[in-house]
């Protein structure tokens, strides 16, 4: 077993059933010309994330550690998008209209694939989700299942919508969540700020919340010790 120097307390885990979910580091969310431009947002905002979560990628991989990550998108012929999700807002481009990357959060456009700096690496599971949520319409909730995980730690866009969304599915499913500070992001500071808050209050109504330094110090040696 690990522990984590995390609020409202210590997070301890054991490494072989614990992943790291990457959620939704997708181009249209994190490079100019995506989903989450058209909505009217700032994506410079997220660029913060992408090197200490390369670090911690970089962590685990060395240690053997489970990652999994998430793209949120749709099919081709938007059959799994709901039109209150389509027709909401008021954005310059709508979902599966034709931008910069490709069709706007539609699967197999240059968009939807993960930003190269956080690029999978072989063997690891990509998982594609209709929604906010990584366990609605997905396979995850059975991966993890047959894997025996136990505890996720959780890093990813944005920290009040995908990140939040997943944290909840989870703990109603009854896992573990340590979310990292610096490798989650917002396009609103103030939300980054109370997302993170909620996580922690109530003694842990969701769940942990560490740096990810603090996470990386605690991998480590546990694994060089099994
Ligand atoms: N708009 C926004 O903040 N987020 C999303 O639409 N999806 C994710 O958070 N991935």
Redesign the pocket.
């Known amino acids: 077993m690990a522990t984590v120097d995390a609020l409202p307390g210590p997070f301890t885990f054991d490494p072989a059933t614990t992943a790291v979910l990457v ?2 580091m997708q181009r249209d ?1 994190m490079e100019p010309g995506g ?2 431009e058209t ?1 009217g ?1 700032d994506v410079a905002q997220l660029r913060r994330v992408i090197e200490p979560t390369a670090a911690l990628l970089a962590a685990c991989r060395a240690t053997g550690l489970t990652v999994i990550h998430t793209r ?1 998108g749709h099919l081709p012929d938007l059959s799994d998008c709901p039109p209150a999700k389509l027709h909401r807002g008021d954005p310059s481009l709508r979902i599966g209209a034709p931008g910069p990357m490709g069709r706007i959060l539609i699967r197999g456009e240059h968009g939807h694939d993960i930003i190269d700096e956080l690029a999978p690496a072989p063997g690891e599971l990509v998982v594609d989700k209709p929604g ?1 949520g990584a366990f609605y319409g997905t396979e995850l909730g059975e991966v993890l299942t047959a894997a025996g995980i136990r505890s996720l730690v959780v890093t ?3 920290t ?4 939040h969304t997943t944290v909840r599915e989870a703990n109603d499913r009854g896992y573990e969540c340590l979310v990292l500070s610096d490798c989650v992001g ?2 609103f500071p103030q939300f980054q700020e109370a997302g993170l808050a909620m996580i922690a209050a109530q003694g842990g109504i969701f769940g942990w919340v560490a740096p990810s330094t603090s996470f990386i110090d605690a991998l480590q040696p546990s694994l060089q010790r099994t």
């Open positions: 959620i939704d969310f989903f989450g909505l947002n949120e906010k990813g866009v944005t009040e919508v995908c990140v917002s396009y």
